[in-house]
């Protein structure tokens, strides 16, 4: 039979442990395949495996379907061919695998607990400063899209709420929304789609998602807005909605 190189089989051995087989059990199993029914005692010499440590080999590789073993005085090993040995090895590490992922989702059921109720004792104020205008608009677009149940929004920018009118309108079907715009926007816009519409006496642009996310724009012209899950921001811009001097209700027109 012909013997596999020395530099080959060491790339073989890298590759079988890479897949999972140990050092011993890769040695043994790429002489079988050039040396095939043969015993331990020739494998050792072979291989240069301990005595003591061949079997612990041979074992693997007949747990992990690789080799047959023809029990005798002494025992007989016989390789499987590649394909075969390398589907049952596939197989094996599919169900390693599976397992694996199994444990993992169970672990995570375990620690959700730990952080939620984390939580929800102390829950963290964020503020993140957001740059950019097409980065604004998207983010306010999502705070929007994301509300369950109320959306509160200010606009004094004609760009800012031709950008997110579609959203706004289509956000006003689902759920209920109060937006205020500075009256020069008045003439550009679709009041009957909106829905309710006050007139901002000042000129912000804010977006209040459920009042669980508020984002607030420093500086339109700067393109510089904050977001945050301040509540008490958001409790004093939505009674900012509510104060007719701030914004005096329109109705439709």
């Known amino acids: 039979m012909e013997r596999i190189n020395p530099s080959v089989k060491e790339n073989l051995v890298s590759e079988l442990k890479a897949l999972g087989v140990s050092t011993n059990a890769s040695k043994a199993y790429l002489t079988l395949l050039s040396k095939p029914s043969t015993p331990a005692s020739v494998l050792c010499n072979e291989t240069g495996i301990p005595d003591s440590k061949i079997y612990y080999a041979l074992t693997e590789l007949s747990k992990r379907g690789m080799i047959i073993v023809q029990e005798g005085t002494p025992n007989i090993y016989r390789p499987l061919h590649p394909k075969e040995a390398i589907k049952n090895l596939k197989q094996q590490l599919v169900e390693s695998l599976n397992e694996k992922m199994a444990r993992a989702d169970n672990f995570a059921d375990l620690l959700s607990p730990i952080f939620e109720s984390s939580e929800s004792k102390e829950e963290i104020k964020l503020a993140y400063v957001i ?46 929304t109060q937006l205020a715009i500075t009256r020069n926007l008045l003439k550009t816009a679709n009041l009957e789609e909106f829905g309710p519409t006050r007139i901002l006496t000042c000129p912000v642009n804010i977006v209040i998602s459920d009042m669980k996310m508020l984002i607030t724009v420093s500086s339109w012209k700067s393109e510089i807005a904050i977001m945050t899950n301040d509540e008490a921001l958001m409790t004093i811009s939505r009674e900012y909605y509510d104060n007719p001097r701030c914004c005096k209700s329109v109705g439709w027109t």
């Open 131 to 176: 740059r950019g205008r097409r980065g604004i608009v998207q983010k306010m677009k999502d705070l929007i899209s994301s509300a369950k149940e109320k959306a509160v929004i200010f606009i004094s920018e004609k760009d800012l709420l031709h950008e997110l009118g579609s959203s706004i309108v289509k956000a006003n079907r689902n759920i209920q």
